[in-house]
């Protein structure tokens, strides 16, 4: 029996060791950077030496522990001990005494799966508070892994109050966040995961990780969040993992203040990839070869020069106009059809005059004033406020620009009469991203450019936006973040496809997806998933292993008169109770109820108060406790409502409550809407006959809605039948992946997909994985440890067939993914012939099986 005290106090003794090394490096700092008593002779100033910013002289870790865990490995025939933990910590004689998380060995030993520890003969996860050791873990070692101890290990961690700004995650950090976080920097990385996932904190660390690993300067990254409240949640978090230098920005601040706004159906319309398009003719339009009627009287350009006519015909013009209609910024093929044009006058000039030689004759030609007449005619000078001003003001200049690209209707939403003078132009932010494009097609210059850029909620971002960002980034490499369910943007995306696509260069796009949600109770997330759905049919809830218990959720019924002060009530009761000073208290509120919630939170008064903060700034933050008020208002809001209310019920991290006095949407809690309700418009909510929530109803005790009419019974019948059997599918899938064996061989398959350069889905509710490749439709299923023997394999080829029955369609190709080679050789070639399902198992160095080139993406032999 292992003394796990002794234990701990042997572990106390090594950090105190390591905080005490870690400290005297301040103090040696501190001396080093004292002011020299000496004086410059000639200045008379004192001197003090030079020392790089970087350079630490003070504790920065914000109370954060130190040290995060131990490594025993055998090196040389000898085991040796490390520590991991947030900082590089040596002794007096330059040894390591801590080794930094981020550094190559750290992470290689991190990553390593327990049943292939190969040198490692301990790994210990250290629970610290500062300090002080409180308790540890092992995941490779001599006592037995349990993994519902490591969740709970976690959970423990997770319980931590909420002070209102985000923490590190370097204690905790699961394997598939590492594996993100150290991803190669090249390419679009987009990381999809759903509330309580951990993506803010993966991006973060990720930016600290190829800083330290120098992929990176600290001046080549761009970090872009959705708000300022989100950028002050986050600020400490890059410090605290060593990270200096690196300044976020909201990304409306990424472009001047705005100084006007648009309606709705304008914002969507300048939003859109088409706009591109629109600008780009725009262009292209200004002057050209139907301004050449103009110029070229006669069919020819001409003019009387120094007591010569020197001139060009007009199809000599027209063929120059069609040779510079190429790619490029306006302005510089301007300039290349000047120099074309000037070189035949100039040769035409020096053919009327024999004999008479003059090098500055060219010159005299580019300042004549019927040249310069040409050119402003054919190629005027136009700023890119001037040309989008002119664009939206004129019905004709956008017609000719918009046609076959914008319905009438949409040429109408973005017309604008023009202002009185160019400096009172109401320019939106959506005028300013198109500003930004007309710069670049015009003069060809950008923005400050990036080698990296990290993008947090990147589903808000529009298409035009995501243009400008890959502006700012030529190498495409980017690291984006979001939630498709989370939308609360103009534009919405129905994968990320599209959005990938507009941001990603020439080493192209992969999706990443984080399915395990650590944040957010289960029965908020259960309660929260048909609304998920609503918004993106496509995008799984991710699966939430924090438990809630009694009191996680309540829904409360009141009247109008009464819903502020219910609302106001119940949150202070939250903080009466809650026995945690740092515990945070929330109130999230319809953009129109915000200022009451605010008066009434002050009237009430007292040493703690709640927070109250608009439904659209809530996106990305986390609370203790969240009161949400009036859902149906905020499902109401422009431009997603849904998408803000999915965000809103989805911040707490101990309990939610929603106080009603209209119904709740019908999107939220599907039951309440009677079927003929079904296909209301977004942001509607439920009518008057759909009963609103009974007070203090908790989640499992919503009714059912009335059954289907009697001509539609035979459906509901299957669908009675239906359900059950997917609902048993989805549950047994769930614990499947409860399994660190199962998950990791997973996700190393998805690795080999990814390579492979194809886009699985690992979402699926019921299939392990879904690939699209070049021999057709591949369904995985993956076994988790010991699980071998031919009755379990025998077991999984049924749950194949029932996985291709939910989702609707027979695979093309069908494989069972071990992680050990079967217990008994012969059942691979009997599942083959049998039921055609191949079987396939991880190796010390790779995969075996049957037909693996298959499984790993390719084509396979006729």
């Not at 050791?133 to 290990?153: A, C, H, N, S």
């Not at 319309?269 to 009287?297: D, F, P, Q, S, Y």
């Not at 071998?788 to 027979?810: C, D, F, H, K, N």
Request: glycine residues 6%; contains cysteine.
């Amino acid at each position: 029996m292992v003394d796990r005290a002794a234990v701990i106090a042997a572990e106390q003794r090594a950090v105190d060791y390591a905080y005490t090394c870690h400290e005297r490096r301040f103090r040696e700092n501190r001396e080093k950077l004292k002011p020299n008593r000496t004086t410059d002779s000639h200045a008379g100033t004192a001197f003090i030496p030079e020392a790089a910013p970087e350079v630490p002289h003070e504790d920065d870790l914000g109370g954060e522990a130190l040290v995060v865990a131990r490594v025993d490995v055998v090196e040389d025939d000898a085991e040796r001990t490390w520590y991991i933990g947030r900082r590089l910590v040596r002794d007096a004689d330059f040894e390591p005494v801590v080794i930094n998380w981020q550094s190559p060995q750290a992470k290689e030993w991190l990553l390593r799966p327990p049943n292939q520890a190969g040198e490692v003969t301990l790994r210990r996860r250290l629970r610290c508070d500062g300090r002080t050791v409180r308790d540890y873990q092992d995941e490779i070692g001599t006592e037995p892994v349990k993994p519902e101890r490591l969740r709970d290990f976690l959970l423990e961690d997770l319980e931590r109050a909420r002070d209102g700004t985000m923490r590190d995650i370097v204690e905790t950090i699961q394997r598939e966040q590492l594996l993100l976080v150290s991803d190669t920097p090249r390419g679009v990385m987009v990381v999809q995961g759903g509330p309580g996932t951990g993506k803010t904190a993966v991006g973060l660390h990720r930016i600290s990780w190829l800083l330290y690993n120098r992929h990176f300067r600290t001046q080549d990254v761009l970090v872009v969040g959705p708000h300022r409240r989100f950028l002050t949640y986050v600020r400490d978090v890059l410090p605290r993992l060593g990270t200096r230098g690196v300044v976020p920005v909201e990304t409306s601040r990424l472009w001047d203040k705005p100084r006007g706004s648009d309606p709705l159906p304008a914002r969507a319309v300048k939003a859109g990839a088409r706009m591109a398009a629109v600008l780009e003719r725009a262009v292209r339009n200004l002057g050209g070869a139907r301004a050449l009627a103009r110029i070229a009287r006669d069919g020819n350009f001409g003019f009387d020069f120094e007591g010569s006519v020197i001139s060009l015909p007009r199809t000599e013009l027209e063929s120059l106009l069609n040779a510079e209609d190429a790619p490029g910024p306006y302005l510089a093929r301007r300039r290349s059809f000047g120099t074309q044009v000037v070189n035949r006058l100039a040769k035409a000039a020096a053919e009327a005059r024999p004999g008479r030689p003059d090098p500055r004759i060219r010159a005299r030609i580019e300042r004549h004033p019927q040249v310069v007449r040409l050119m402003n005619v054919l190629w005027p000078n136009m700023s890119p406020e001037a040309v989008l001003r002119r664009l939206l003001d004129d019905p004709d200049t956008l017609r000719a620009a918009a046609d076959g690209v914008l319905t009438d209707e949409e040429q109408r939403a973005i017309h604008r009469p023009q202002a009185a003078r160019m400096a009172d132009e109401p320019w939106s932010l959506e005028d300013l991203v198109c500003l930004e494009e007309l710069r670049f097609l015009i003069s060809g210059e950008g923005p400050q450019r990036y080698r990296h850029i990290v993008v947090d909620e990147a589903q808000d971002l529009t298409p035009m936006q995501a243009r400008a960002l890959a502006r700012r980034c030529p190498s495409g490499s980017m690291t984006i973040l979001g939630d498709l369910a989370q939308t609360t943007g103009v534009h919405r995306y129905a994968d990320w496809a599209e959005l990938a696509g507009l941001l990603s260069g020439e080493d192209g796009w992969h999706l990443e997806e984080l399915t395990i949600g650590y944040r957010v109770p289960r029965e908020v997330m259960e309660f929260a998933q048909p609304l998920g759905a609503a918004v993106s049919s496509d995008t799984a809830a991710p699966r939430s292993i924090r438990p809630g218990g009694d009191g996680v959720l309540r829904i409360a019924a009141t009247d109008h008169a009464e819903r502020v002060a219910d609302a106001v009530a119940r949150a202070f009761d939250i903080i009466g109770k809650e026995a945690d000073p740092r515990r945070s208290v929330t109130l999230i509120v319809p953009d129109a109820l915000t200022e009451q919630v605010r008066q009434a939170v002050s009237a009430v008064g007292g040493k703690r108060l709640p927070l109250v903060i608009a439904a659209p700034d809530a996106k990305g933050l986390e609370f203790d406790h969240v009161v949400v008020v009036e859902p149906a208002m905020i499902a109401q809001q422009e431009p997603s409502g849904l998408g803000q209310l999915y965000v809103a019920i989805t911040r707490c991290t101990q309990s939610l409550t929603i106080v009603h006095a209209d119904p709740i949407p019908h999107e939220l809690i599907p039951s309440t809407a009677a079927p003929e309700q079904s296909a209301a418009p977004e942001g509607s909510a439920a009518p008057e006959e759909a009963a609103a929530a009974p007070e203090e109803v908790e989640e499992d005790t919503v009714t059912s809605a009335p059954a289907a009419d009697a001509a539609d019974q035979a459906a509901a019948d299957h669908t009675a039948g239906f359900q059950p059997f997917i609902s048993a599918l989805e549950q047994s899938v769930r614990e499947e992946r409860r399994c660190h064996v199962h998950e990791e061989i997973r996700f190393s398959l998805l690795a080999e997909l990814h390579r492979a350069r194809l886009t699985p889905v690992s979402h699926s509710p019921t299939a392990d994985i879904l690939c699209e490749g070049p021999a057709g439709t591949v369904l995985y299923e993956v076994l988790g440890e010991g699980e071998t023997s031919y009755a379990r394999l025998r077991e999984a080829v049924l749950r194949i067939m029932e996985v291709q029955y939910a989702e609707g369609r027979p695979a093309d190709q069908r494989f069972l993914v071990l992680p050990d080679a079967p217990a008994d050789p012969w059942v691979v070639d009997v599942l083959s012939e049998a039921f055609d399902v191949s079987v396939i198992w991880r190796t010390a160095d790779g995969w075996d099986g049957q037909r693996v080139d298959v499984a790993l993406g390719g084509p396979g032999k006729d």
